[in-house]
């Protein structure tokens, strides 16, 4: 699987749109980016996935770059309660379907 | 009542104990998986079943052993708990097939201490 960069903290006020970046350059073409976020020591919870098109769900919008070398997760409206780690992963669909969580980014939504 | 439960939510237990960890799940999923997680990294994937007869290794699965009881239940086992076995650990699910990505669910994880 693709590892994935992203930054290790960020900071976004509330009611603004949070946008959270992603660089898996080395990424295969069937491979999809998928993003997860934990809430302080909750398991991790789906947010949203792609593989070339953008996607948006009632939680996030994802924007991957046309050489799927990048990504962008999207909270639209930021609430207090999106303050979480967010992981971005890169893997293919089937095969042994496991997760390889990096340390992903810490997301402070700030009032 | 939730998707994926595990028992117990919390444990404290001294080194050499015998401990398991269960998971149960009603979403009726083949794929099942344990996670553990350590302070302030992410999640390392211990063992995953694809159904009631497959069990696999997962990066870190010494010191581990699992058992897949049934479709919905997944436990897994510390032989011999020692101190740096202390961490979050997490139950998954997800559906079986290849056509899509086919997310996992979580638990919500049971806090092991070995003193």
């Known amino acids: 699987d693709a590892k994935t960069t992203q930054p290790p903290s960020m900071d976004c006020a509330e009611g603004r749109a949070a946008n959270l970046p992603c660089n898996h350059s080395?990424?295969?073409?069937?491979?999809?980016v998928y993003w997860y976020r934990q809430i302080h020591s909750q398991g991790p919870q789906y947010i949203i996935h792609?593989?070339?098109n953008n996607e948006t769900n009632e939680m996030a919008s994802l924007i991957i770059t046309e050489d799927r070398k990048s990504s962008t997760l999207i909270l639209p409206h930021a609430t207090l309660r999106d303050t979480a780690v967010y992981y971005c992963?890169?893997?293919?669909?089937?095969?042994?379907?496991?997760?390889?969580f990096g340390q992903g980014t810490r997301l402070t939504i700030n009032p | 009542d939730a998707d994926v439960t595990q028992t117990p939510r919390n444990r404290i237990t001294k080194t050499g104990k015998r401990i398991m960890l269960e998971c149960s799940q009603t979403?009726?999923?083949?794929?099942m998986y344990w996670y553990r997680q350590d302070p302030g990294l992410g999640l390392q994937l211990i063992y995953y079943?694809?159904?009631?007869?497959?069990?696999n290794k997962g990066e870190i699965s010494d010191g581990y052993s699992v058992s897949r009881q049934a479709q919905a239940k997944f436990s897994l086992s510390l032989e011999s708990a020692i101190p740096n076995q202390t961490a979050l650990y997490f139950c998954?699910?997800?559906?079986?097939?290849?056509?899509?990505?086919?997310?996992?669910?979580f638990g919500p994880g049971t806090r092991l201490t070995v003193l």
């Open positions: 992963i890169v893997r293919v669909a089937g095969g042994a379907q496991k997760l390889v």
């Open positions: 079943s694809f159904d009631v007869k497959d069990i």
């Open positions: 998954a699910t997800s559906e079986s097939g290849t056509g899509g990505p086919n997310e996992q669910f």
């Open positions: 792609g593989l070339k």
């Open positions: 979403k009726g999923h083949d794929r």
């Open positions: 080395t990424i295969s073409g069937n491979e999809y």
